[in-house]
């Protein structure tokens, strides 16, 4: 956006005087330009919600001439402003919303249900459903497919959404004179200003319900309960989001309705320490199964597994399992399931097991702790006596 004042003509390229096909015509050509889905330039979702704007305005007859009478010129055709109201102009796009809108929440939030001319004043995507699901992790081996208990407002089917009984039809408001806002020009030192700002009379509707529908009361929507089956994806992690598209509060004015956000809670698995795709296992090893070597048995998350100890294994060495981890959420196959070894101390022995340790601890060389002239000092000597030379 250029500095100075906002001008619409100049954000779609075309002159005051243009027709509202050719007005069509400029937008539909940068809207292809900038929609934030194609354009690769770091200003494009901007300049699309600035050109989504300028079009909603100028298409709209009603509201183009309100803006011809107190917009801003171009100073690119020598205007200033004079046959135009007098007024000041506007600094920011905002304050254009401002002036049309009533400051009411922004259509184009999203860019996604922007749909020109004809527009209904209380058109208003319909709020989100934020819900929590609890998982375990064999679950987010498989996937699942949960029941979700909601309550949400959907449009009334009585009236459709309308808020007006059957067969009757809306009143235009007299205050605003179905403008939906409400104008206020003021003289100041730097000239006439202009406001504006919803209709307190129809909330900015443009109309009013003469004859509401009982079934909701004129809100338009009723309030239900409901279950709901979402299919949870192989793969999800402990505090995902889920959004599952459409599924949140109904709309008004035929806009769309809002979304279901499932916070994924996946409860812990005690046998398992999860990171990302891979699973870590710690498994308790005697000293002489690390030694001597041995086979065992781990758990995976879809049974057991076996798995072989070589000889001379030391204490915290991982085994990598390639494939029994978790499924990657986006594709590209499953992580691992890493066994870390770790070297298992009793806390209590048998005398017969004491005795043991003992004469091995002497047969390593440590003397330090050798009973003299018993049976473990003269197996396990500091130093064994080298064998005699045969003659």
Same mark, same amino acid.
């Given at each position: 956006?250029?500095?100075?004042? +906002?001008?619409? @003509? ?10 509202? /096909? *050719?007005?069509?015509?400029? @937008? ?13 330039? $770091? ?17 709209? !007859? ?57 527009? !209904? ?74 406001? $504006? ?16 529908? +009982? ?14 089956? +979402? ?6 992690? &402990? ?7 459409? *599924? ?10 809002? &979304? ?9 698995? !005690?046998?398992?320490?999860? *990171? ?78 004491? *005795?043991?340790? /003992? ?26 006596? !080298? $064998?005699?030379?045969?003659?």
């Amino acid at each position: 956006m250029k500095a100075g004042s +906002v001008d619409l @003509y100049e954000i779609l390229g075309v002159e005051r005087a243009a027709s509202a /096909e *050719e007005i069509k015509r400029a @937008y539909r050509k940068l809207a292809r330009q900038y929609h934030p889905d194609v354009s690769s330039e $770091a200003d494009a979702a901007e300049r699309f919600k600035e050109i989504s704007l300028a079009y909603e305005v100028l298409s709209d !007859p009603q509201r183009r001439q309100q803006y011809d009478s107190y917009g801003t010129t171009s100073q690119n055709m020598g205007g200033n402003g004079a046959g135009y109201g007098g007024a000041a102009g506007f600094s920011s796009i905002n304050d254009i919303f401002e002036m049309f809108f009533g400051g009411a929440a922004s259509p184009f939030s999203g860019f996604g249900g922007f749909s020109g001319a004809g527009r !209904p004043r209380n058109y208003q995507p319909g709020q989100d459903i934020q819900q929590g699901v609890r998982l375990n992790l064999a679950d987010s081996l498989t996937g699942k497919a949960v029941e979700v208990d909601l309550e949400r407002r959907e449009a009334c089917e009585t009236c459709h959404g309308s808020g007006e009984a059957p067969g009757s039809q809306p009143i235009r408001c007299s205050t605003c004179g179905g403008q939906g806002m409400v104008q206020q020009v003021r003289e100041t030192l730097l000239g006439r200003m202009a406001t $504006a700002s919803a209709c307190p009379s129809c909330g900015g509707q443009g109309y009013k319900v003469d004859d509401p529908c +009982v079934a909701c009361s004129g809100r338009g929507n009723q309030t239900r309960r409901l279950k709901l089956t +979402v299919n949870v994806p192989a793969g999800i992690d &402990d505090g995902q989001i889920l959004r599952v598209t459409g *599924e949140g509060h109904c709309g008004k004015g035929g806009a769309p309705s809002g &979304d279901l956000l499932l916070g994924v809670r996946v409860e812990p698995d !005690p046998r398992f320490q999860r *990171e990302g795709a891979d699973l870590l296992h710690v498994l308790p090893v005697s000293y002489p199964d690390l030694a001597l070597g041995s086979t065992r048995e781990v758990p995976t998350l879809e049974g057991s597994q076996e798995l072989r100890i070589p000889a001379g294994t030391g204490s915290h060495h991982i085994f990598t399992l390639r494939g029994h981890g978790l499924p990657r959420l986006r594709g590209g196959g499953r992580g691992s399931l890493h066994v870390r070894v770790e070297l298992e101390v009793p806390r209590k022995l048998e005398r017969e097991e004491r *005795e043991l340790l /003992e004469q091995l601890r002497e047969l390593k060389g440590d003397s330090s702790h050798a009973s003299k002239g018993g049976l473990a000092s003269k197996i396990f000597g500091a130093k064994r006596r !080298p $064998a005699k030379k045969k003659d």
